[in-house]
């Protein structure tokens, strides 16, 4: 059983930046897939980042590639969501998730564990 709890989240200007945590607990991040997820109000959840734990290969939606940068620190058991030149349409609940069953990473369905979301709220 793994246990994620985000943080960071808050209400920023468009152009601003957040950088979004995830803490995990009962294993080790090393062994494990984690990918963040994103959900605005009346719209499907779709994964923003991805990244291997231990190997960092990551993967990126390409609604933020080049602004969204995922990393982990295996000694803290945490992984990040570094967030730049947010823009109003960035506004959503965040979720980390892990526990993958070999689907893909940007596919909510892949994930067993899931955190209870931080909001990040960008305002124009």
């Known amino acids: 059983q793994v246990q994620l709890v985000e943080s960071g989240g808050g209400s920023v200007q468009a152009g601003g930046s957040l950088r979004l945590s995830c803490a995990a607990s009962g294993d080790t991040i090393r062994y494990h897939y984690i990918s963040w997820f994103r959900q605005a109000p009346g719209k499907e959840r779709e994964g923003v980042a991805g990244i291997l734990g231990g190997g960092g290969s990551t993967q990126y939606a390409d609604s933020v590639k080049g602004r969204f940068t995922i990393s982990q620190d295996n000694a803290k058991n945490t992984v990040y969501l570094e967030m730049n030149s947010l823009k109003p349409e960035d506004t959503a609940l965040y979720y980390c998730?892990?526990?993958?069953?070999?689907?893909?990473?940007?596919?909510?369905?892949?994930?067993?564990?899931w955190g209870q979301g931080t909001q990040v709220t960008v305002s124009s």
């Open positions: 998730a892990t526990g993958a069953n070999g689907g893909s990473w940007n596919n909510p369905r892949t994930f067993r564990y």
